[in-house]
């Protein structure tokens, strides 16, 4: 019978490993930390609660030992992502001010016109800084009667934002 049981815990010792690890891609770090520490403990506690005489007991102890220690570990990994992230939207955020800020208006061209700047200058002034334009029918009608050229309303058709 010694023979039989062995053969059941390593059974149960496999399957708890092996089902920790089953929707893992779901889980967050917290949670896999917590799943894989559990596992982990429990087949270390049982290997070693077996050498003591209590493979039950040291497998209970290994498996509340290794949850904790490793939701500890996983949590702290969820943090240092959820910082890294907040950290990247930031800059994403800054960027886009800057981006924003930089950008050219219908009514910058229009000025530029006015003042004689050539149209390659201000075509490329828009492919360099991007633009935040009105190009819906009347705004490419309103700028015609400004004197826009067309290859200049071309250019802010084209511009793809900031």
């Known amino acids: 019978m010694p023979r039989s049981n062995g053969v059941i815990e390593r059974l149960v010792a496999g399957m708890l490993i092996a ?9 967050n770090n917290t949670q896999k930390g917590a799943a894989i520490g559990t596992a982990g403990g429990a087949a270390a506690g049982a290997i070693i609660g077996k050498q003591l005489g209590s493979t039950g007991a040291g497998a209970a102890i290994g498996a509340v030992t290794g949850l904790v220690a490793g939701g500890l570990i996983g949590d702290s990994e969820d943090k240092k992502e959820a910082k890294e992230n907040a950290e990247a939207q930031a800059a994403y955020q800054q960027n886009l001010a800057i981006r ?29 800084r991007g633009g935040n334009f009105d190009t819906s029918p009347q705004a490419i009608i309103d700028l015609q009667r400004a004197g826009v050229d067309s290859r200049v309303i071309q250019a802010m058709q084209n511009c793809r934002g900031y």
Not at 22 to 27: A, E, T
Not at 111 to 116: A, C, K, L
């Open 100 to 128: 924003q800020a930089r950008a050219i208006t219908n009514a910058d061209i229009v000025n530029q016109v006015h003042e004689g700047v050539p149209d390659d200058i201000i075509c490329n002034g828009i492919r360099t």
């Open 19 to 27: 089902g920790s690890c089953l929707g893992c891609s779901n889980m």
